[in-house]
């Protein structure tokens, strides 16, 4: 069964509003989660990590004041799209390791439209 | 520079026939791990084989296994005995703990499985 969970699985919103998206981990405890984003047709690009307890590491590029990350707990982590434009619009998956593998365990993701 | 490179966009294979997807990785340490993933049209990333840079036998996971030439620097993944549910995207990713774990993905390669 999955061990990683997303909420929504798919969100539609309207240019300039706010969407919050919500990745937990069922069975374990996740200091660190990941959260990527997908195109079409493209690989995962890591968007941050987030870290329970302190603040988020974000890759280049990735704007930290739109794509707000709080790891509430150790088995919660929120991704929030503030000021959504068309262009957010992708699939947004978020994973944390679970094993001492590292091998991470990936939350069945979150499809956002920006209308 | 990019870390994973799958040069397959696309491969086809026949059903109950096997099939190789390649993966080659670049990368100083000595350790590190190697994973591939499956992305079916869902969505979501399963999980599929994991190869550690220290393990000297190849991996192997049911019908998957890691084509593991380390000098060479490439990490195949084959799969025996095709079957239609296999139609999906395939991810490699190699983690790095320079950076905190995270993982690095290659472009992926689309397989079809044709009956």
């Known amino acids: 069964g999955a061990v990683v969970s997303q909420h929504p699985s798919w969100v539609i919103c309207k240019s300039g509003t706010s969407v919050k998206i919500e990745c937990r981990s069922l069975?374990?405890?996740?200091?660190?989660m990941f959260w990527y984003r997908q195109f079409p047709k493209q690989s995962l690009m890591l968007m941050a990590t987030?870290?329970?307890?302190?603040?988020?590491?974000?890759e280049q590029g990735v704007e930290k004041d739109k794509f707000l990350i709080n790891h509430a707990s150790l088995t919660l982590s929120t991704l929030t799209v503030t000021s959504a434009h068309p262009e957010d619009s992708s699939f947004y998956i978020c994973?944390?390791?679970?094993?001492?593998?590292?091998?991470?365990?990936f939350g069945p993701g979150t499809r956002l439209t920006v209308t | 520079a990019q870390k994973i490179t799958q040069t397959q966009p696309g491969m086809f294979v026949q059903e109950k026939e096997a099939v190789t997807l390649d993966c080659t990785y670049d990368?100083?340490?000595?350790?590190?791990?190697l994973f591939w993933y499956k992305q079916p049209s869902s969505g979501e990333m399963i999980f599929l084989i994991y190869q550690g840079s220290y393990d000297e036998q190849n991996a192997t996971e049911g019908r998957y296994s890691l084509n593991f030439q380390k000098a060479r620097k490439s990490a195949n993944l084959v799969i025996s005995a095709s079957q239609l549910g296999d139609s999906a995207m395939y991810f490699c990713?190699?983690?790095?703990?320079?950076?905190?774990?995270?993982?690095?993905f290659g472009t992926g390669t689309s397989l079809t499985v044709i009956p």
């Open positions: 069975d374990f405890q996740a200091t660190t």
């Open positions: 994973s944390a390791p679970r094993t001492i593998l590292y091998e991470q365990y």
């Open positions: 987030s870290n329970e307890g302190s603040k988020a590491t974000y």
């Open positions: 990713a190699m983690r790095d703990p320079n950076t905190g774990n995270q993982f690095y």
């Open positions: 990368t100083s340490d000595q350790s590190y791990g």
